[in-house]
């Protein structure tokens, strides 16, 4: 089940809201969350619920032992023993079939492939258990003692399955104490109708069109129409993913939870730095916490702590070769701008500085996208113009005619321009408040009925983080 689902908007949801509302005490809303998300979770895999249920038995236990001999060799062993038993488990669901394909590969063998399923959202849930036992251990949270606490921080649906990842010392309290109120209500709907409008009106058109170029034949692409494709691809991952977050957080702030933000539109970065440190937070923000600083980070080593934690960067993302050298790309890029490059992006005008980071973002999807990595090189190829493939094609000029509105319109919601509109109407005047008020919730009405309409004559409605 996904958020962008009609089960989910006119079934799962309302009768959630219902059956939580209706709970009297914070426990009884406990219960009634935490059933809620096993449904939700077991509601593709059944059976995936007991792996999700088995990992947090461990942690808990885990913990609670990391507690009690804190400051002590025991409680070195067990986090060690513990990370150690999360990351096989996370490694034989998600790594095992592209280990034995490589070794299969290389020694001519042929042991036979896993056929069990990927766990939806072990990545993200596996990287939030080991965040808690992690901080259990440097005492920055104390163990949680009941089971059920514990399993509803990590089962939470909001956040179970596309992140953000959310760390416990940030929800601990909000898990025993939350304050809902009408305008918290109200801003958790329109955060959640933005996030539904970012995946089903934009992703899911750019994905369409993006499909069209890169799914076809190389060989009949042009120049252009390649450009258009990754631009679309481009604009389909980002509003997808935000648009995903959006609806975690819109959704956890109507129940009462408050989750950090995981992007902060990152396509107005002018250097990779800056870039990552506005894209998927939760999950750069977890490696360099838990992984780079740990390892040395820049006392020591830096350049292998660096390299090294972006091949896992990437390695995350799924279990292909792919992924791994898209993220050895960015940790390359970061690498010449820390040694090389800062002192020339600074001194270059702010045009030129986005358009070199737009550049490399756009061909770093190209690997991302493509799993062959030598068909992801020979597309960047013909974006450069290397072969016989024509510039331009009337393909290209259709495509691009047909989405010329669109592409403006989802460039300028790529930035922080409607939020400064909205935020400067909010100030004028009480009387341009009330109105604004009014407005979002025409908006959202409008968004709503825009999305359940596109939602019952599509099929085109992908799931981008099954990988996860």
Known sequence: MVFSSLTFLYLFFPLNILFYFMSGSNTYRNVVLLSFSLFFYAWGEPVFVFVLLLNTVLNYFAAILIDKYKETNK???????????????LGFFKYYNFLIENINYIFNLNFKLSTVGLPIGISFYTFQIISYVVDVYRQDVAAQKKFYKLLLYISLYHQLIAGPIVRYVDVQN??????????????GIDRFILGLLKKVIIANSAGQTASLFLDGNLGDLSVLGAWLGIIMYTIQIYFDFSGYSDMAIGLGRMFGFTYKENFNYPYIAKNVKDFWRRWHISLSSFFRDYVYIPIGGNKKHSIRNLLLVW??????????????IWGLYYGVFLLIERTILSKLIEKLPPFLS????????????????FIDI?????????????????????????????????????????TPVFKFIDEKLNRITDWVSSKIEIAHAVFNSIILIVSTSLLLGQTFNPFLYFRF
Do not use: C, Q
């Open 75 to 89: 409680s070195k062993f067990v986090l060690a023993s513990i990370i150690t038993i999360d990351l096989l488990l």
């Open 354 to 369: 986005h358009v070199y980071l737009l550049t490399v973002v756009v061909v770093g999807w190209v690997f991302f996208y």
């Open 374 to 414: 030598f068909k992801a090189v020979e597309f960047i190829g013909i974006m450069f113009g290397v072969g016989d493939n024509p510039f331009y094609d009337v393909k290209f000029e259709v495509e691009f005619l047909n989405n010329v509105f669109f592409l403006v319109f989802a460039i300028v919601a790529s």
């Open 174 to 187: 909000e898990i025993d104490n939350r304050i809902i109120t009408i305008s918290k209500f109200s801003y």
């Open 311 to 324: 091949v896992l960067t990437g390695f995350w993302h799924g279990a292909s070769w792919n992924f791994i």
